[in-house]
Nanobody, 127 residues
């Protein structure tokens, strides 16, 4: 059974940092892109960041560019999201996602490109 498990969320103040982790089990994603999405109350799930299987290509939403950094460890089947200079508008449930259909494809901003999803971790940023 494939599982993606996020960790590292919490309650922080504006300007603080958090590092989210996503550990995958049940299969390897070393040749597939992975990504992070988030969903705030009353809003649709939106793209945050994505990374290619090799880590050489990354994509970011404009709202987080320059503040968030996505990375991965293929040996550990894990990806990370370093979030700096957090803002109240970053408050959301953050979801880890992984593609699993075709290997070696480019990372995507589109939700339907990802086949596996975690349960989410809450990030709350107070002002």
């Amino acid at each position: 059974q494939v599982q993606l498990v996020e960790s590292g969320g919490g309650l922080v103040q504006a300007g603080d940092s958090l590092r989210l982790s996503c550990a995958a089990s049940g299969r390897t994603f070393s040749t597939y892109p992975m990504g992070w999405f988030r969903q705030a109350p009353g809003k649709e799930r939106e793209f945050v960041a994505a990374i290619s299987w090799s880590g050489s290509t990354t994509l970011y939403a404009d709202s987080v560019k320059g503040r968030f950094t996505i990375s991965r460890s293929n040996a550990g089947n894990t990806q990370y999201l370093q979030m700096n200079r957090l803002k109240p508008e970053d408050t959301a449930v953050y979801y880890c996602a992984a593609a699993g259909g075709r290997p070696n494809i480019a990372p995507s901003r589109r939700r339907y490109e990802y086949d596996y999803w975690g349960q989410g971790t809450q990030v709350t940023v107070s002002s």
